[in-house]
T-cell receptor, first 112, second 113 residues
Framework: KAGVTQTPRYLIKTRGQQVTLSCSPI?????VSWYQQTPGQGLQFLFE???????NKGNFPGRFSGRQFSNSRSEMNVSTLELGDSALYLC???????????FGPGTRLTVT | GENVEQHPSTLSVQEGDSAVIKCTYSDSASNYFPWYKQELGKGPQLIID?????GEKKDQRIAVTLNKTAKHFSLHITETQPEDSAVYFCAASRASGTYKYIFGTGTRLKVLA
């Protein structure tokens, strides 16, 4: 089975721009969660989608948004980028009845 | 609020020795505790997990113990090898209707050959 894939792997954006990141979960998994990883704050939960509905949300500003499609693929969007948004953005997928989450390789976003 | 404390932040051991990483969680409703290993340039990889109805779980050289009363859980790696060098994260989750994980701050393990 293919693992979680994320595109692009690396991205450089300018302050004020917006960005869209994509995640394809493991086949058959319906839950997709997003995390932000920075050296200072560690791994922080952004939001979780299950069957196209946002099921949980972390403590991030409204500039961070996401969505999930009927094939379970998910995108997250960050608008009006700030320097502090530079981070590794990780996507994780889960099946319906298991507790485990499996992570993708991440998208490294650099905001200049 | 929900919090997971992880210690130590760095750990150096000689090859063949054991390594222990400890975590403490605050949310008493947490019932699922995974451990992840993250190598440079990669996403976290699930290496072992434990549920609240179990006190200990072992998988070859790695084991996890859970003390629900004290809200402590620990990762034990025996007979460490250079390839065990990585950053290890613990996490806690309620695992009920959501997959939100609260992660510890990570432990950088160095296994010296």
């Amino acid at each position: 089975k293919a693992g979680v894939t994320q595109t692009p792997r690396y991205l450089i954006k300018t302050r004020g721009q917006q960005v869209t990141l994509s995640c394809s979960p493991i086949s058959g998994h319906r839950s997709v969660s997003w995390y932000q990883q920075t050296p200072g704050q560690g791994l922080q939960f952004l939001f979780e989608y299950f069957s196209e509905t946002q099921r949980n949300k972390g403590n991030f500003p409204g500039r961070f948004s996401g969505r999930q499609f009927s094939n379970s693929r998910s995108e997250m969007n960050v608008s009006t980028l700030e320097l502090g948004d530079s981070a590794l953005y990780l996507c994780a997928s889960s099946g319906g009845t298991i507790y485990e989450q499996y992570f993708g390789p991440g998208t490294r976003l650099t905001v200049t | 609020g929900e919090n997971v404390e992880q210690h130590p932040s760095t750990l150096s051991v000689q090859e063949g020795d054991s390594a222990v990483i400890k975590c403490t969680y605050s949310d008493s409703a947490s019932n699922y505790f995974p451990w992840y290993k993250q190598e440079l340039g990669k996403g976290p990889q699930l290496i072992i997990d434990i549920r609240s109805n179990v006190g200990e779980k072992k998988d070859q050289r790695i084991a996890v113990t859970l003390n629900k009363t004290a809200k402590h859980f620990s990762l034990h790696i025996t007979e460490t090898q250079p390839e065990d060098s990585a950053v290890y994260f613990c996490a806690a989750s309620r695992a009920s209707g959501t997959y939100k994980y609260i992660f510890g701050t990570g432990t950088r393990l160095k296994v010296l050959a």
